[in-house]
């Protein structure tokens, strides 16, 4: 990242004394968005001002003094995406391709850098959020080797520089003994570049992903497919490595009624809130790629003892990151269940429509929005107060123009 670490404090050690002038840098009418902005109006707060991310990448935005801004995830954005990507990807850039997340990655660290050194520059502006903290999060790579440091169980990685495509790649997996491997975009989301990667005995190749191969390009698809041929395996992996690549041992999950099953927990202010079963019949639990919320509570009771350990290793994750008030882990339950291993921290990994905190928990009846508030909102505030989830949400106040936020 160009930008330098930013000398904001913690607010997951100190709450505000007074009710925040919330900004959300985010994509306007995205359900993200949309989804924060009601949870501020279930507390009592003024409707939060936008700013687009746009505005932010082109540089054309003025804080406003006292705004406390949060930082929502790019995505889902085609003119957004337009700027990052298409530089790198040039006339070949369509919003489905998987290439290019190095030059994207590139333009949303700047970016963030320019936003941090903007806020500083503004009396009484913070960041609900560290620019550098995020930016390591979405370098895989570099996120892995900040939680095994911190003796943070993670899976086994090839180790070593990136390969630089399928031969090398080929020849560091013989020679590490590793014939099942996870392949991943250093720096992809949402499943985006992923390789659930299997050799067998004779020298069998079988790659299960969500990446679609056609015409020399890469583009993600909703569908998971298997390539059973070195060829296509080798040229997948080939277009994905001038980007980077993430190479981990491919962990058995546990299972739920015959599917595949890992968590994502998401950590507020230090505290496992929420936590929520993806299971699939393939080897990628993505909601999106047709997985399912599996059962919570036939979790914990195969756990049993052990799940307050699943929930300590996810706390234990988001401890890397200590001025990221709110982070997405992804826990791999192994053994039946009995332990844990991270697979990812996300930055934005709180888009859980409808799920409401862990029964005892400190954001029980809240979701992953009003958890963060509530543990952001002074105690003495009103606005504080959990809201009913039985009573009706306020009156529904129209949204500032996003200009209100420059």
């Known amino acids: 990242m160009t930008a330098a670490r930013t000398s904001l404090a913690p607010l997951t050690a100190a709450p505000l004394t007074t009710a925040p002038r919330l900004t959300v840098v985010g994509n306007p009418g995205h359900r993200r968005v949309t989804l924060f902005a009601a949870a501020a109006r279930a507390a009592g707060l003024p409707e939060p001002a936008v700013l687009p991310w746009l505005d932010v990448l082109r540089g054309d935005y003025r804080l406003a003094p006292g705004a406390l801004l949060r930082i929502e995830s790019p995505g889902e954005d085609e003119a957004v995406d337009r700027l990052l990507r298409g530089p790198a990807l040039g006339e070949g850039y369509a919003p489905t391709r998987v290439e290019g997340t190095a030059a994207w990655y590139e333009g949303l660290t700047s970016a963030l850098g320019r936003l941090a050194r903007a806020v500083q520059e503004t009396p009484g502006a913070r960041l609900l959020a560290d620019p550098a903290e995020i930016a390591v999060m979405f370098d895989k790579r570099r996120a ?20 630089s495509g399928w031969a090398e790649l080929k020849e560091r997996l013989a020679a590490a003994g590793l014939r099942r491997v996870f392949l991943k975009a250093a720096h992809g989301s949402s499943a985006a570049g992923v390789l659930a990667l299997e050799f067998g005995p004779r020298g069998q190749v079988q790659a299960t992903t969500s990446v679609e191969l056609a015409d020399g390009q890469l583009h993600n698809s909703l569908r998971v497919r298997r390539y059973r041929s070195e060829a296509e395996a080798a040229a997948v992996v080939d277009l994905l490595a001038p980007d980077g690549l993430h190479v981990e041992q491919w962990v058995p999950k546990a299972s739920q009624r015959e599917r595949a099953a890992d968590l994502r927990v998401v950590v507020v202010a230090g505290r496992a809130t929420h936590a929520v079963v993806r299971t699939s019949r393939h080897p990628m639990t993505n909601l999106h790629l047709g997985g399912a ?3 919570l509570e036939l979790a914990r009771a195969a756990a049993g003892p052990a799940w307050p350990e699943l929930m300590a290793v996810a706390e234990r994750a988001a401890a890397c990151f200590p001025h990221s008030p709110m982070v997405g882990v992804d826990v791999l339950p192994t053994g039946g269940w009995r332990r844990g291993l991270v697979g990812e921290v996300n930055a934005f990994g709180d888009l859980l429509p409808g799920l409401t905190g862990l029964a005892g928990g400190p954001a029980e009846g809240l979701d992953t929005y009003g958890a963060q508030l509530a543990a952001l909102l002074p105690r003495s505030c009103p606005s504080s107060r959990r809201p009913d989830p039985a009573s009706p949400p306020p009156p529904h106040r129209p949204a500032p123009p996003t200009g209100a936020a420059r």
């Open 293 to 295: 919320r599996g059962d």
């Open 144 to 163: 892995h080797r900040l939680l095994a440091a911190a003796g943070v169980p993670v899976p086994r990685t090839l180790g070593g520089e990136s390969p």
